[in-house]
């Protein structure tokens, strides 16, 4: 529903919802415009996955954010224990690649840019740079 189908505008003719109470009330509205309505008890993961995408950039957009704000997964805390504390606490980082340069990382406070690095040819070592650069600002 997000892109329209090739010919144009139109209504979905199929829905696929998770098993849920709160949904009853709407089935009947659905089938009404001839839109078949299967339930099921679990949705695909690609479903999920979409669904958590799409509430992550509704979520950024109500904030004023284009952006939707990156949480820090355990795994990466664990591998990058001060960007993490950075980001929950201090400041925020910005990723990116530029054309000609590679993966370019930055890292503010509410001062502005602390850090800047150009140089890195992977994310790996993007990050990297950016945690022994973090690690040294909290001392």
Known sequence: MKRPWVMG??????IVLR???????????LRQLKIEVITEQELLPICDDAASACVRRMRA???GREVP?????????????????WVKSLGRIG???ETGQGFIIRAFD????????????SLGEALTTLERKIAELDR
């Open 9 to 14: 505008r139109r209504r979905p003719s199929r």
């Open 19 to 29: 098993k849920n109470p709160q949904w009853e009330e709407l089935i009947p509205q």
């Open 61 to 63: 957009s109500l904030r």
């Open 69 to 85: 704000i990156l949480t820090v997964l355990p795994k990466l805390e664990e591998a990058f224990p001060a960007v993490s504390r």
């Open 95 to 97: 990723i990116g690649i």
């Open 110 to 121: 509410e001062s502005g840019m602390v850090f800047k690095d150009t140089k890195s040819k």
